[in-house]
């Protein structure tokens, strides 16, 4: 029987949750797990997880670190780190992941050429997958399931989550294309526009997602998840004519909208970074 007729190898992408350790004080560590998941009501439940421990020189007790992430359904993976931190994860059955930087947007496009990658912090003013400047726990990076198509995606109550840098090694083009969705988007599903600017001409339901490496219009009332700049291009910006968004993040910083002010409610509005603090402002049009 020939090899090909039994497996084949595939390339993929994979969305994973990238969880930082700033500390090595595992009480610390699962003290702030506990609290985060408690917030995220189940959002991230069954998401694969990268554990980001390349800051850190202190030994970490990796089985006690993954077993506690099993128990609020998050996989572990992965993990970066380096030197005796490193060996020590791999015999802990971890295997090593190396995330690119996340690009900039093109200088002609008028945003910050080369930026740093966004580390995925929560908005102070809804501090909580992984998130404001200030806040302990999980950061979070990722990269979205599919190129320009709709997939099933996890129905939960609306809850902190971040995607950002992804763990594929591919580069982005030098010019970023414009990926346009003329139909509404249902519950459940979701679409990801790869290095790309995404429109979405039509509503985006509860319980849907829509998300791109570049900036993301919705042309019709957004009700379910927007995330922009999805590898880290800090200067990408949500828009949208009708606001009424679960959740908004941008370049991994993130904030769950559990009712939105009077004067943005159902208007247009614009989501955009100012340093780590995610801004949520009125537009006018």
């Excluded at 694969?48 to 800051?55: C, G, H, L, N, Q």
């Excluded at 109550?157 to 139909?183: C, E, K, Y």
């Excluded at 599903?189 to 509503?203: F, M, P, S, T, W």
């Excluded at 791109?212 to 927007?226: E, S």
Aim: cysteine-free.
């Amino acid at each position: 029987m020939e090899a090909s007729s039994v497996l084949d190898f595939k390339s993929t992408t994979l969305y994973a949750i990238r969880v930082v350790l700033h500390s090595a004080d595992m009480a610390a560590i699962i003290e702030a797990l506990d609290r985060r998941m408690q917030d995220a009501a189940g959002f991230f439940d069954d998401e694969p997880v990268v554990i980001d421990a390349s800051r850190l020189e202190q030994d970490i007790d990796w089985p006690r670190l993954v077993g506690a992430l099993a128990a609020h359904k998050l996989p572990a993976i992965g993990a970066m780190a380096r030197g005796a931190l490193l060996e020590s994860a791999r015999a802990a059955g971890l295997a090593e992941v190396a995330l690119p930087a996340a690009p900039g947007r093109p200088a002609e496009a008028g945003t910050n050429e080369g930026q740093p990658p966004a580390a995925a912090t929560p908005d102070g003013e809804a501090a909580a997958p992984a998130g404001a400047s200030g806040n302990t726990g999980a950061d979070a990076a990722a990269e979205p399931k599919t190129d320009a198509a709709v997939q099933p995606a996890k129905t939960a109550a609306a809850a902190d989550r971040t995607p950002a840098a992804d763990i594929a090694l591919d580069q982005p083009p030098a010019a970023s294309p414009t990926l346009i969705v003329d139909r509404p988007l249902r519950s459940g599903q979701r679409i990801y526009a790869r290095h790309a600017d995404l429109i979405v001409l039509g509503i985006v339901s509860p319980g849907a997602e829509v998300i791109a490496d570049g900036n993301v219009h919705v042309y019709g009332p957004l009700r379910g998840r927007a995330i922009a700049g999805a590898r880290g291009d800090t200067g990408a910006r949500i828009f949208a004519t009708q606001f009424d968004a679960e959740l908004v993040a941008v370049a991994g910083v993130y904030r769950s909208i559990t009712a939105a002010s009077p004067d943005l409610q159902n208007r247009p509005a614009t989501v955009r970074l100012d340093g780590e603090k995610l801004l949520v402002e009125s537009l006018a049009i």
